[in-house]
């Protein structure tokens, strides 16, 4: 038997037409805004996929780039302009920003509600509390290719692989919310291969290449790949060993075309989302 290969691509192609369709029938273009700071070249490429795929999708999109030596302060300021604006629904800063500036500080900064990467303490703590606020977009992402899979959740038994506060924890957390048994994996684990033996849902979100072995995989295990890892020779892999997986596993994200297309689609839902929410 070889595994159901989830195929994020479709999901989110869906998705994006889903959002489209809704975004057409509002009587205004919803706005997301999303900053750059520095020239990073990996934030450029994302940062423009971002703009590509909002317009794509009928929202209003801008993309505002700063110079690498903006001060925290010029950041905030052009925060509080953008939280003031009503023409902008969605805020994003692009991290990583350079090591001068506060993360958290300018996380802080951006009004709960405009807030479309999930990451405003407001929203993380709405998350844990099981209230409506905005989720990340990976892990909501990832939530969306299970249940397209038709993953049973209650009851299951998931394992996640990495605590960030972008994809591991709120990822378990809606797990959690599902009522899956969720334990989370981390650098300080011991024996992850037998952790993950024992589960029936693998989230791997590490960041090394292939570590997720095959004989870790318990026959029939769903396995959600979100990691993304460039090879010496120049293609992506993620953080399961997919070769050796698809004959063991009974469903499967690539890597790409898994999770990553989700992570966009979900951003531009979250967009919508805050917008009818802000604006009705
Ligand atoms: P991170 O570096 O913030 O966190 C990695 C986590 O892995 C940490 O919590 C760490 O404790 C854990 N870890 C490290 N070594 C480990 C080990 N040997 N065993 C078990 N756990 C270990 O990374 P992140 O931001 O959560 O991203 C993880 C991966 O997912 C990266 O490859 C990133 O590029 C990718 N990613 C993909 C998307 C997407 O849209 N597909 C989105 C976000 C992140």
């Known amino acids: 038997m070889t595994a159901q290969i989830i195929d994020g691509r479709a999901v989110a192609a869906a998705l994006r037409e889903n959002v489209a369709a809704r975004a057409s029938a509002l009587p205004y273009r919803p706005g997301l805004a999303v900053v750059l700071v520095g020239d ?35 950041l905030l300021a052009l925060i509080k302009n953008l939280n003031d604006d009503p023409q902008t629904d969605g805020i ?6 350079p090591a001068h500036i506060r993360s958290d500080i300018v996380l802080r900064a951006i009004d709960p509600a405009k807030d479309v990467d999930g990451f405003h303490p407001d929203n993380v703590a709405a998350l844990a509390l099981g209230e409506p606020g905005l989720v990340p977009c990976t892990p909501r992402g990832i939530l969306r290719l299970l249940e397209h899979a038709q993953i049973p959740l209650r009851g299951a038994k998931a394992l996640v692989i990495g605590r960030s506060n972008i994809v591991g924890k709120p990822v378990a957390a809606l797990l959690v919310a599902q009522n899956a048994t969720v334990t989370i994996a981390h650098s300080a684990t011991r024996d992850l291969a037998g952790e993950c033996r024992r589960a029936e849902i693998v989230i791997a979100a590490v960041g090394r290449a ?41 469903a499967i994200t690539p890597v790409p075309g898994g999770v990553g297309p989700m992570t966009i689609a979900c951003l531009l839902e979250n967009t919508l989302t805050a917008a009818i929410a802000r604006r009705h």
Do not use: C, F
Not at 41 to 66: E, M
């Open 210 to 250: 292939e570590m997720v072995r095959g004989d870790w995989i318990a026959p029939g295990a769903t396995l959600i790949d979100v990691g993304i890892n460039r090879t010496d020779a120049g293609t992506l892999v993620g953080d399961i060993a997919y070769a050796e997986a698809l004959p063991i596993a009974g």
């Open 92 to 97: 994003l800063v692009q991290l990583p920003l």
């Open 40 to 74: 990073d070249p990996a934030s450029r490429v994302y940062v423009r996929n971002k703009d590509k795929a909002a317009l794509q999708v009928g929202l209003h999109a801008r993309t505002i780039a700063l110079p690498a030596d903006t001060t925290e302060a010029a």
